[in-house]
Nanobody, 123 residues
Framework: QLQLVESGGGLVQAGGSLRLSCSAS????????IEWSRQAPGKEREGVSC????????YYADSVKGRFTISRDNAKNTVYLQMNSLKPEDTAVYYC????????????????WGQGTQVTVSS
């Protein structure tokens, strides 16, 4: 299984920015589509953004479009989620996960999910 580790969360004021990192060891992230999702207390997990294995395509939920940017750094074997203009409703635990080999973002099959990183946006 492809286990990823999230980091970079924290407490930030509304309007601020954070950059989340998704890293792996033992395999090359560039070979897989990677999704960031989030789960707020009492709510279902929501897919936030996805980047294809070739980084040729990126996808965003309407709620974050124009504010979040997903990217890869292949040299660091890391996928990032740059979050700008944060809002209190962005508060959640953020997770990253890989799609199985050969699967695309549009297949919506990702996992396993790690521990996640907490993002808290104060008003």
């Amino acid at each position: 299984q492809l286990q990823l580790v999230e980091s970079g969360g924290g407490l930030v004021q509304a309007g601020g920015s954070l950059r989340l990192s998704c890293s792996a060891s033992g395999f090359t992230l560039d070979d897989y589509a990677i999704e960031w999702s989030r789960q707020a207390p009492g709510k279902e997990r929501e897919g936030v953004s996805c980047i294809s294995s070739s980084a040729g395509s990126t996808y965003y939920a309407d709620s974050v479009k124009g504010r979040f940017t997903i990217s890869r750094d292949n040299a660091k074997n890391t996928v990032y989620l740059q979050m700008n203009s944060l809002k209190p409703e962005d508060t959640a635990v953020y997770y990253c996960a890989a799609a199985p080999s050969g699967y695309a973002c549009s297949d919506h099959i990702f996992g396993p999910w790690g521990q996640g990183t907490q993002v808290t946006v104060s008003s």
